[in-house]
């Protein structure tokens, strides 16, 4: 079965950083993309940043110069760092990836940006 396992959530201060990992069971390079998403309470799911299998990246407006996506092809991992972390960036954050006949998700990592 094909899995994505998220880490690297918790409680960070504004002005703070947190970096998530999402590892995937398989070689990530059978997905394209990958992607971050994030669920506030109350809003709608946003897709915060994705990388494709030839190395480009995407990043939603309000992370971009704080967020970065990249990923280890050896430890079939992307990972999600994050800086400059704001309270709004508080979220459930998900990592995805795109198969040809299915879309797989992680089960998701809680991010709190508070003081």
């Known amino acids: 079965q094909v899995q994505l396992v998220e880490s690297g959530g918790g409680l960070v201060q504004p002005g703070g950083s947190l970096r998530l990992s999402c590892a995937a069971s398989?070689?990530?390079?059978?997905?394209?993309?990958m992607g971050w998403y994030r669920q506030a309470p109350g809003k709608q799911r946003e897709l915060v940043a994705t990388?494709?299998?030839?190395?480009?990246?995407n990043y939603v407006n309000s992370v971009k110069g704080r967020f970065t996506i990249s990923r280890d092809n050896v430890k079939n991992t992307v990972y999600l760092q994050m800086n400059n972390l704001k309270p709004e960036d508080t979220a459930v954050y998900s990592c995805?990836?795109?198969?040809?006949?299915?879309?797989?998700w992680g089960q998701g990592t809680q991010v709190t940006v508070s003081s």
């Open positions: 995805n990836g795109k198969r040809v006949l299915a879309t797989i």
């Open positions: 398989i070689n990530i390079f059978s997905f394209n993309p």
């Open positions: 990388i494709y299998r030839d190395g480009t990246t």
